[in-house]
């Protein structure tokens, strides 16, 4: 053993040995409990940077802390290999996406590996590898005859920058989520969708039942939010102009109808052209929709301007037959409900600015007093009433009911007639999958005008690989291709074409982990018994921005293999940590400002150990990490943590080098101990509780950090009382101490921690070790022995537990005998304590 520390030497001997012996290929022969611990696959755009970093090493010390407890632990990784900035670079650089992807795979491979994380790579998969994504093809084939995906022509939103369409999760808030500075349009498209409404029930029960003990809370208010439950009913209102024609609307609170002062519809509606053949003023209504409509769905929905327009047609109010006008208007959406509404503005604040600005008449009919009453003849002025209430006397046969009841009875009367329906809408909306980019899976789809079919490509035939010799130079490579989209239908044998769109790459990350599993699979995705084996996912780390995208799409693809049969459980993931950001000097690490940390300078300059080990202690895994990087007067730069890191490896292996001899000699724990051993022991013992708790409860592995430290400090003091001793007892107990903190360095620093439990005499690699197990006796904090006065005067002392309240340490200090005995014929005034430091009980 080198005196000095020298971690790359160290690294290099470790990753070679992991890698010559597949330290961390998985058993998985039924001998051992199994855990599934998996970080979100990157994309490979080329360098890994600290938060890369971050998440993986907060996944690696799970993992490893799991083996040391005695699991088969699967902790795989691949690569989320298609997508948009492949693309680019081919068209920037002339370069093939292919070559381009595959050589940054491999770059940041050798990063990983360099990090030493424990990774069985035996399991590697490569989203754009024909033979993975010939089963995204397989399963959306499927999907189609099941009726899961489906074809229709919608309003979808465009990223023009992205130059493809959005999935609504992709454009929360109106921008694209590649493109934070830039508003998504609305276009009509063509496209294809997974019909994840399906679902919308089973997603929100997850949130309340399964997922709500092992998922941050903010991350499942999110998805609840967005999938947005509401519970109300549809109503048609027909239009007076042309009474075939009905403008469906959607309310919770169907008890304010008879309050209608108009119906609103979106100006991208489906009836809009039929509405603008009818109306009186139609060039004045169509120049209004194309103004809306051209405007970015972050402009109408920031807008706080009202704008709208009257068409000149009339609805009829299906409760009272009352002519309502038609309007439209720019805060209507067609996305959201029926795309149409009714305007209540006595009873909805929105539809009440919207009315006083048009001069639109405002009826009051719920009431928070009964109708009788001298208040009912009020009149609103300012601000509308959105309690719930009782029904005004101009309200039909609803009169005088609960809003609660009104609700239920209308509804009944609704349905009765024939005009309306109780029902539950969402906010969520089907998946639009289609991309109209060519770095992705193509849509195994094959489109016939002969026979007037869109029908599936014959199995025998996936996958439908991408053609080598695209021109990415053109707008739409597939399209243009001249062989690509040349095929026979499958049904009445005339030319046909194939689908030029590709699929979003959130189908690729649906399921890659399933893969995992069963990753060299030829005949199916994944063999079924495998994949029970090792799912759900025990514990997923990833980024919180994922929350309505990626984790609620894998949710719901998830509930879809299951009625494929594939599998037979609804959620995949157990348990998720959604990691803290780590930025620079106060600002977000970014290309574009030029603040990104290079982990490979920092490996370089202080080893992997301790980059790993500085980055793990800077904060706990949720809470963000601000990285400071100090430059000095040359320009070059330097990382305080990591190198203090550094310095606190190479203590530790200063220690271990001290006492690796006499180490080396003893077996055993002590049967007596001096009493700096005595310390000692309790030390190791309560470090090894602690460390233990930070694992088990919450994951605090910046704790576990602190601890390592704290019993290095204790280790250095037995060092410093026992010098050069070879007195078996104290030998065993450093030995016992540095075992402890070997082990509880493993998961945060495994290079050093294998090389160090070597030295202790260990034969086999800490991959098959086990975490110390730790004696609670030894392990609780020693009493302390606190001084009890009467009047002031000290007259006894009493040992207590460290953590006594302050109400049990006053009993404990009365109940003592010499007390009693002091102050039995006496009155006991007051008693004061001073915490964990003196008692003094005040008589007379």
């Not at 996406?97 to 035996?122: H, K, V």
């Amino acid at each position: 053993m080198h005196e000095k520390y020298q971690p790359h030497v160290v690294e290099e001997k470790w990753q070679r040995i992991w890698r010559e012996q597949n330290t961390f290929a998985v058993r998985d022969d039924g001998r051992r409990p199994r855990y599934y611990m998996l970080e979100m696959l990157p994309y490979p755009s080329g360098r890994i940077h600290l938060g890369h970093v971050r998440n993986y090493s907060i996944g690696d010390a799970v993992a490893w802390y799991k083996r040391l407890q005695g699991y088969d632990v699967l902790h795989p990784m691949g690569w989320d290999a298609f997508g948009l900035p492949a693309e680019n670079a081919a068209i920037k650089q002339g370069a093939r996406p292919d070559e381009w992807t595959y050589q940054n795979i491999a770059a940041m491979r050798a990063q990983l590996q360099r990090l030493g994380f424990s990774y069985d790579w035996s399991r590697e998969i490569a989203s754009c590898q024909p033979e993975y994504y010939r089963w995204n093809q397989w399963m959306f084939i499927q999907l189609f005859k099941k009726g899961l995906v489906y074809r229709k022509r919608a309003t979808v939103n465009w990223c023009p920058k992205c130059n493809t369409s959005l999935a609504n999760e992709q454009a929360e808030g109106g921008y694209c989520w590649r493109h934070p500075d830039t508003p998504v349009e609305q276009r009509e498209l063509e496209q294809w969708f997974v019909r994840q409404t399906h679902y919308a029930e089973e997603l929100l029960a997850g949130i309340e039942g399964p997922l709500k003990n092992g998922w941050p809370g903010h991350v499942l208010k999110r998805q609840h939010d967005w999938i947005g439950r509401s519970e109300g009913a549809e109503v048609d209102f027909a239009l007076s102009e042309a009474p075939a024609i009905t403008v469906r609307i959607f309310t919770t609170r169907l008890d304010t109808i008879y309050g209608a002062n108009a119906v609103i519809v979106a100006p991208e509606h489906p009836l809009m052209e039929q509405l603008l053949e009818r109306s009186p003023v139609r060039s004045q209504v169509a120049a209004f929709v194309a103004r809306i409509t051209a405007q970015s769905l972050r402009e109408r929905t920031e807008s706080r301007e009202k704008e709208g327009v009257e068409t000149g047609l009339h609805a009829i109010n299906p409760f009272n037959g009352e002519r309502l006008p038609v309007w439209t208007a720019n805060f209507v959406l067609a996305q959201y409900g029926t795309g149409a509404l009714m305007s209540v503005p006595a009873h909805d604040e929105r539809d009440f600015e919207f009315s006083r600005k048009y001069g639109l008449p405002i009826r009051r009919v719920v009431w928070d007093t009964t109708p009788s009453d001298p208040q009912s003849t009020l009149k609103i002025s300012t601000v509308p009433f959105m309690d719930e209430g009782v029904l005004g006397s101009d309200c039909g046969p609803f009169s005088g009911l609960t809003s609660a009841a009104a609700r239920q009875a209308m509804a009944h009367h609704a349905e009765t007639h024939g005009f309306g329906k109780r029902t539950v809408v969402y906010r969520l909306r089907d998946w639009g999958i289609s991309r109209q980019r060519a770095w992705g899976t193509p849509i195994p789809m094959i489109h016939c005008d002969a026979c007037g079919t869109i029908s599936p490509e014959k199995e025998e035939n996936l996958p439908i690989t991408l053609p080598p010799d695209l021109d990415f130079s053109v707008g739409a490579p597939l399209a243009t291709h001249p062989t690509f989209t040349k095929v026979t239908c499958p049904n009445c044998g005339a030319p046909a074409r194939r689908d030029t769109d590709t699929m979003d790459t959130f189908v690729d990350s649906n399921w890659y982990y399933f893969r995992y599993c069963d990753p060299h699979n030829d005949r199916c995705p994944f063999d079924r018994e495998i994949v029970q084996r090792w799912l759900p996912v025990d514990f997923y780390i990833g980024g919180d921005e994922h929350a309505v995208m990626h984790l609620i799409y894998t949710r719901a693809w998830t509930m879809m293999m299951r009625d494929l049969g594939l599998i037979d459980f609804g959620e995949p993931i157990r348990r998720l940590l959604t990691q803290g950001m780590v930025i620079l000097n106060g600002a977000k690490m970014s290309k574009s400002r030029g603040n990104i940390v290079d982990p490979d300078d920092m490996i370089r300059r202080y080893g992997a150990d301790a980059t790993r080990l500085s980055i793990l202690f800077a904060a706990p895994p949720e809470r963000e990490v601000d990285w400071k990087r100090v430059t000095d007067e040359y320009g070059a730069d330097d990382y305080p943590a990591a190198e203090g890191a550094m310095r606190y490896l190479a203590r530790v292996w200063r220690l271990v080098h001290r006492w690796r001899d006499r180490c080396r000699s003893v077996t055993g724990l002590p049967a007596t101990v001096s009493p700096a051993a005595e310390v000692t022991r309790r030390a190791t013992h309560r470090a090894l509780a602690r460390a233990t708790e930070a694992f088990e409860q919450g994951l605090r592995l910046n704790v576990v950090v602190a601890t390592c430290m704290e019993l290095t400090n204790d280790l250095y003091d037995f060092d410093t009382a026992v010098g050069e001793t070879t007195e078996t007892t104290d030998v065993q107990t450093m030995r016992e101490g540095l075992e402890a903190l070997v082990l509880m360095l493993t998961p945060l620093a495994p290079h050093i921690a294998e090389e160090l439990w070597q030295e202790l005499g260990h034969t086999t690699s800490l991959a098959q070790a086990r975490w110390m197990t730790y004696d609670p006796e030894l392990a609780r904090a020693p009493q302390l022995e606190i001084p009890v006065q009467v009047n002031g005067k000290l007259k006894s002392r009493i040992l207590v537990a460290p953590d006594l309240s302050d109400a049990d340490l006053e009993a404990a200090a009365l109940a003592d005998e010499r007390i009693r005995a002091l102050i039995t014929d006496k009155t006991v005034v007051k008693v004061i304590v001073v915490p964990k430091r003196l008692v003094n009980i005040v008589v007379r």
